[in-house]
């Protein structure tokens, strides 16, 4: 009766164990195409970066670490940060489209990349509106004295120049990434389209 009741156990367990393999080899697969979206992601990263810098090379004629001091003194680490996240999640978002077969999934992460362009549209905006409102709270604090105008008029300038040039790179920014979404999106449906007419035929 004992070895019954053993061999039943014995069974159970191995019924309940038997799933694991397969649990195991999802998560193993699911892990791989993380990983894998994550390699595209940063490769589509930095050569986009690549890219921006010799662009920017060869209209300025200034140096990589030139341009590098002048988007520091300009930009602030504060919105070259965010903006990198923001278009790092874009180039994630575009990554994991591309790779989906299931429509459902491609369009939540249309949507996802949407949502990361528009808020690089956001945050262009939100730095314009910033140094502008910077601008007029420095001017509004100082003195204008035939002494100071020059140093108020300076001083201006540098947060103008943050509120123009934040909105200068994050729209255009934002437009490419949204199309490089859409546009994306629309050949992975006519490929899916393709795909459903040659089965019917």
Known sequence: MSDMSLTQDTVEAEIVEAPQPKKSAEALNKLRFVAGNLSRTVSYFLGLTVLVLGGAVAITKTSVTEIASWAESILGYGFIGLLAILIAGSLFSLANMTRQKNMANCN????????????????????????????IGGLSEQALTPETVQD??????????????????????????????????????????????????
């Open 108 to 135: 939540l992460w249309l949507e996802t990349g949407l949502h990361m362009a528009g808020g690089i549209t956001t945050l262009a905006l939100t730095f314009t509106l910033l140094g502008i409102s910077l601008g």
């Open 152 to 201: 108020v008029i300076r001083s201006l300038t540098a947060q103008f120049s943050l509120a123009f040039m934040t909105t200068v790179i994050g729209l255009p920014t934002a437009a490419l990434l949204r199309g490089a979404l859409l546009i994306s999106h629309a050949h992975i449906m006519t490929k899916n389209s393709e795909a459903i007419l040659e089965n019917q035929a």
